[in-house]
C-alpha cells in the first residue's frame, strides 16, 4: 500500500528558510509526480508545486516561485520541499500527494496523500 510521510514542519520567524521531507513507499512512483499542497485553518487545500517522479521538470504556484523549490533527495523515495524566505501567509499544514497526472494542480487530481506537516511563521 502506497504510504507518503512528511517531515520537517516547525515554527520559524518570517524570513527563515525550513525544509520539509516526503518520503514515499509501498509501491512505485517511477510514472508520478510528486506534489506538495498546503491548508491553512478555514481554507482550501491548495497547489503549492510538483516534480515529475522519473526525470526533469517541476512546476509551482505563483506566490511561491522564486521562494520554494522541490527537489528529489539523493536517499531514495524522498523528495524535499526548500522554503526560503517564509511568510506568515506561508503558515498551513503542508502535504505531499503522489498523480499520475503530470502537470497537475488540483487536489482532486492526486491519488495518494501524506498526513500533513504544520508550518508555522510569525511575524
Known amino acids: 500500500q502506497a504510504q507518503l510521510v512528511e517531515s520537517g514542519g516547525g515554527l520559524v520567524e518570517a524570513g527563515a528558510s525550513l525544509r520539509l521531507s516526503c518520503t514515499v513507499s509501498?509501491?512505485?512512483?517511477?510514472?508520478?509526480?510528486l506534489g506538495w499542497f498546503r491548508q491553512a485553518p478555514g481554507k482550501a487545500r491548495i497547489f503549492v508545486g510538483a516534480i515529475y517522479w522519473s526525470g526533469s521538470g517541476a512546476w509551482y504556484e505563483s506566490s511561491v516561485k522564486g521562494r520554494f523549490t522541490i527537489s528529489r533527495g539523493n536517499v531514495e523515495n524522498t523528495m524535499y520541499l526548500q522554503m526560503n524566505s517564509l511568510k506568515p501567509e506561508d503558515t498551513a499544514v503542508y502535504y505531499c500527494?503522489?498523480?499520475?497526472?503530470?502537470?497537475?494542480?488540483?487536489?482532486?487530481?492526486?491519488?495518494?496523500w501524506g498526513q500533513g506537516t504544520q508550518v508555522t511563521v510569525s511575524s
Open positions: 500527494a503522489a498523480s499520475l497526472i503530470f502537470g497537475a494542480v488540483s487536489s482532486t487530481s492526486y491519488q495518494y
Open positions: 509501498g509501491r512505485t512512483f517511477a510514472n508520478y509526480a
